[in-house]
């Protein structure tokens, strides 16, 4: 069992401590706001991540998790993980305030190793291991939100930058998962990070384009993404269309990567394409819906079922939704929104917030599917029909039945099939 210090009680952090102390370490996680601290040693999870909340209370009656304001009760821990964010700045590069702040604030033991879970660009490692004096390992996280437990506790790959013998310490600390570890140096293990969330942005703004390829030409975005997946070389996963790629990793990182390039003398022009072709996404989604609308988007209604940046998260930021919904509503659309997700509050954006999917629906010219909710599948179209001003469904993820809306009495309008279904 080992003493572990985790800095940030976002997904990352809590959903890090948690299955850490879960794991049999005794860990004390530090975070800065006061009220969530005082909610977590409840034993309160506002994250609607699965499996978390029950493992934190287990951490906390077991006494091998604890929360703290802090960061002096971190001092001496064989292990400090720094878990806060690094938001994009305004040139697109990190913002490594919040990291800075960890280091400043960090006293450690003759046995301190900092684990750097924070996704920072290629050489920060490297410079805090001098400054700091201390082993670093760089160990970033591959947490899905809405999945974090789960992906912890099955992980693809454990990746470890640093040197032996801290890499081979943190890797102990991992090991009942048994779950293939990549050791090497902090460079590589910063930007495999960079690499795979910028390659999965890549792979999406690729199928949002072939979606639109597809509308033109007659060809049915299902058949053409079956057929790539079925290619063990390319893989069945982040492959449906939808109205872009957000939320508060693709989005920061895949700028972040496209900043490290330019510094380096490498354009990655592929990148600065995804994501320029994202941005075109948003506007691409509103003009399906203007014509959907017929061809007017001023002083029109409309439904917006979905507004997080995907399913199973209660998270808006930089949720595609939100920035589909903005264009519209600079285009004069009036706009109501219903999310499972998301409750409490009377707006997200521009959009007027409702708890239940018939008031999203009510005098709306056409409804829009914006974030993959399972649920909206079983939502009884008939009764959205029947207090609808419009017949058009335009569904951005493919979670709906063209057939069975059809039953319904609405017109679906899918991304990648040509229009009219
Ligand atoms: C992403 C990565 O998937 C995680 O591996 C990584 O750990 C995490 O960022 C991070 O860096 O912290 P996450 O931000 O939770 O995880 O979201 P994703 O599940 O990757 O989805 C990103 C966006 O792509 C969402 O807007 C989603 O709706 C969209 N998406 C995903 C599609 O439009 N189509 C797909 O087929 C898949």
């Known amino acids: 069992m080992a003493a572990v210090g985790v800095a940030g009680a976002g997904y990352v952090g809590l959903t890090t401590a948690a299955c850490l102390a879960g794991l049999g370490h005794d860990v004390t996680c530090a975070e800065v706001d006061q009220s969530k601290v005082d909610q977590l040693s409840r034993g309160e999870v506002a994250l609607g991540e699965p499996d978390l909340a ?19 009760a971190l001092d001496g821990r064989e292990f400090v993980f720094a878990c806060v964010p690094t938001p994009a700045g305004p040139d697109g590069a990190a913002d490594l305030g919040a990291v800075e702040a960890v280091l400043a604030a960090l006293h450690p033991g003759p046995h301190t190793v900092l684990v ?6 290629v050489g920060t490692c490297a410079r805090i291991a001098e400054t700091a004096g201390i082993p670093v390992v760089s160990n970033p996280e591959f947490l899905r939100e809405g999945h974090a437990v789960h992906d912890f506790r099955h992980p693809d790959r454990i990746l470890l930058g640093g040197e032996e013998p801290a890499v081979a310490r943190v890797a102990a600390l991992y090991a009942d998962l048994g779950a293939p570890v990549v050791r090497t140096d902090h460079a590589s293990a910063e930007l495999g990070k960079y690499a795979s969330n910028a390659f999965l942005a890549l792979k999406l703004s ?16 299902d058949a053409v993404t079956r057929t790539m997946s079925l290619d063990e070389r390319i893989g ?27 510094a380096a003398g ?7 394409s995804a994501i320029e072709a994202n941005d075109r996404q948003h506007d691409h989604v509103v003009a399906r819906i203007r014509q959907a609308a017929g061809g007017r988007l001023d002083g029109v ?23 589909v919904a903005a264009r519209l509503a600079a285009a004069g659309a009036v706009l109501t929104g219903y999310d499972p997700g998301v409750t409490g509050g009377d707006q997200a ?32 179209w008939s009764q959205l029909a029947a207090v609808a001003e419009g017949d058009v469904v335009v569904d951005t993820r493919g979670v709906l039945d063209p057939a069975a809306l059809r039953g319904s009495g609405l017109r679906c309008l899918r991304l990648g099939h040509p229009a009219g279904e």
């Open 54 to 72: 029950p493992l934190v209370r287990d951490g906390l009656a077991a006494g091998r998790l604890r929360f703290t304001p802090d960061p002096g």
């Open 116 to 121: 750097v879970k924070s996704t920072v660009p």
């Open 206 to 221: 690729y199928v949002n384009l072939l979606a639109r390829l597809c509308e033109r030409t007659g060809a049915d975005i």
């Open 236 to 262: 069945p996963h982040f492959l449906h269309p939808g109205p872009g790629w957000g939320g508060s990793c693709l989005p920061k990182d895949t700028s972040a990567l496209v900043a490290t390039g330019a």
């Open 266 to 272: 490498v354009d990655l022009t592929i990148l600065r």
């Open 301 to 323: 209604r409309i439904g917006l079922f979905g507004l997080t940046f995907k399913a199973g998260t209660h998270d808006l930021r930089d949720s595609p939704a939100l920035a």
């Open 349 to 380: 954006g521009p959009v007027q917030r409702v708890d239940d999917p018939v008031l999203a629906a009510k005098g709306a010219r056409v409804l829009v599917v914006l974030t993959e909710w399972p649920e909206f599948g079983g939502l009884d």
